[in-house]
């Protein structure tokens, strides 16, 4: 186990200090190799949403309307039943 800020060891429950990947557990999914991938595509969907975004005018309809979409997407690709 990595070395943690002696605050959070007492505050923070033990497992939410394990970094070992286990897809499995609800916290420790995120450690896994899988989990990083899909938070690579989100992060690129969003960079691309944002990109969209500014080059298509500040419509605030627009810009809801993609925040919107793409939060569903993210969801959908973070989604931990796959």
């Known amino acids: 186990m990595h070395q943690h800020n002696p ?3 007492h505050l923070l429950p033990e497992w939410l200090l394990d970094t070992q990947p286990d ?3 609800a916290h420790r999914r995120r450690f896994t190799a899988c989990y990083r991938r899909k938070r ?3 992060k690129s ?3 691309a949403s944002g990109i969209s975004m500014l080059l298509l005018g500040p ?3 627009l810009i809801i309307g993609i925040a919107l979409a793409t939060t569903f997407a993210s969801f959908c ?5 796959g």
Do not use: F, Q, S, Y
């Open 45 to 47: 969907l969003w960079i």
């Open 77 to 81: 690709i973070l989604d931990e039943t």
């Open 40 to 42: 690579g595509i989100v």
């Open 7 to 9: 605050l959070k060891r």
């Open 59 to 61: 419509t605030p309809g």
């Open 23 to 25: 897809p499995a557990h």
